[in-house]
């Protein structure tokens, strides 16, 4: 990226959370001249430090009370079951038309307890870029994370559209392809394509282990013996506990109809192989095969 | 690779099936000079053509009985559920001292029905190369595909020292680290760390689809929001049917109890979800990361 080859979007940017993400984006917003300062805002000071040294952030508090009054972009990158605490605590002290954003993975009722929580004159657009690693900490964020992926933004009735303008020439301007979706549906595709998927992922590696633990006739390390399958299939197992905990309870209700639902093939697959159902069993792998290869 | 790098171990080699792992075989025997002569057998002319021009052997037949009498190594890279057809087929137009072998996910009790259907001086030795990748048939064969892979090997009391041994050296010279243990165990490994992370791709997939299907809120094609989580998660669900659904079969017993310890675990994660256990969750989550983590 050439650095200042945008004009700035935002004066002052303050980002609450100075993680993977935020501080992805703080590279991102530094080195394309985005912002003219950003702000970083945490509870760990060596974390923030790094962040410093790393060049994500120009200076940090504490508290983000010293500095959101002094910011036209204020974003949300904590855990997603942080952010009404974080905006009780300081909401009121942002002035008018400053544009309050988000990166969580988890949008529905969260976005509307939000903006009925933020003063009037402040406007919140949700955004999530599906960008990230199984890695979390400032120490594995880039710059170049939000290329090339997408960033689904939940505007809902109560969206400023000028607002909604400026988030979409944010991640546009690091590289992503908007999107744009209300709140609930966000939660419907997130919880069936990304939120799924990591519980497959979690609870495969509960079972591995319990295979291992309760096995008393094969005296073999079972982990010694993966594969790239399982290698893929788990990758996403390592991801942070916390913000995944915090998904999970966000996105409850989506995701414990999923869970059935994939629980439900599951059974049927058992069920196909108890009756050596050979015929059945092949029709349910093309068909798994071909919905693969339709993702894109 | 150097050509001709190694004295021949065999002077005529038959490869019953040229597919993605018989056909990289057959390369990487002709490429390191491992074998005088290989030959290929299967069903389609057409691959078998394109097998001839890709090197991967020097000439083919249709019908094995042709050419076993003349080999000192016959490898079957069929899918596992015709190997015993196959043996019983040419089994006795074997000479005495031939080395049989295989390249099949499954082994348990399919080896030892293999070994008593063999002619006594025939000696059997049971090979899985943990290589392969979610694209089947020739055309994706390469001769480095066994390089820095893990082969097992899987010796009965039966098992001739000298025919483990040239099997241990042919798998060597391709770049593989060989790993001996009985065909029971391996079965109970491979279960675990391979078969039941392809069903649990395959039942992602068939949930993602019943998700898409079953949905009345909301009008979006959820295939199209794939991240990187999902294609990883689900890349293996790409595979062959045919072979999978033998393997599925062939390693029935061990993969139903397996299917049953990973539908608890996703019960017990539902479970924990329901009740709004946050502590409890992130515990499993991090067990799930510790674990991750672990593999090699």
């Not at 004009?7 to 080195?31: D, E, H, R």
């Not at 809902?156 to 909604?164: F, M, N, Q, V």
């Not at 058992?270 to 029709?283: E, G, W």
């Amino acid at each position: 990226m050439t650095p200042f080859s945008h004009t700035p979007l935002f004066q002052q940017v303050t980002i609450i959370g100075v993680g993977l993400l935020g501080g992805s984006l703080g590279l991102a917003l530094k080195q394309l001249g985005l912002a003219k300062t950003v702000i970083g805002v945490g509870r760990s000071r060596a974390n923030l430090e790094l962040a410093m040294n790393m060049e994500a952030i120009d200076a940090f508090v504490g508290d983000a009370k010293e500095v959101v009054g002094q910011s036209d972009f204020v974003v949300l990158a904590t855990p997603v079951d942080t952010y009404l605490e974080h905006v009780k605590h300081w909401g009121e002290c942002l002035r008018s038309h400053t544009v309050v954003s988000d990166v969580g993975s988890v949008k529905g009722p969260l976005v509307l307890q939000l903006e009925s929580q933020l003063p009037p004159e402040v406007f919140f657009v949700g955004a999530h870029p599906i960008a990230g690693k199984e890695k979390s900490g400032v120490a594995y964020a880039e710059a170049g994370l939000f290329k090339g992926a997408r960033c689904i933004v939940t505007p809902t009735s109560r969206t400023r559209p000028e607002a909604l303008k400026t988030v979409c020439a944010l991640w546009e301007a690091v590289g992503s392809t908007v999107i744009s979706m209300n709140p609930h549906d966000h939660d419907w595709v997130l919880g069936a394509v990304s939120h799924l998927p990591h519980v497959a992922a979690f609870s495969l590696m509960q079972a591995l282990c319990s295979l291992q633990k309760d096995d008393k006739t094969h005296s073999m390390n079972l982990l010694s013996f993966s594969g790239g399958g399982l290698r893929d299939t788990t990758r996403i197992a390592a991801s942070s506990p916390e913000m995944w905990r915090d998904i999970c309870l966000a996105n409850r209700d989506n995701l414990l109809q999923m869970i059935d639902q994939y629980v439900g093939h599951l059974q049927e697959f058992k069920k196909t192989l108890q009756v050596n159902d050979a015929q059945r069993l092949q029709q349910l792998l093309e068909e798994s095969k071909s919905l693969r290869e339709r993702l894109t």
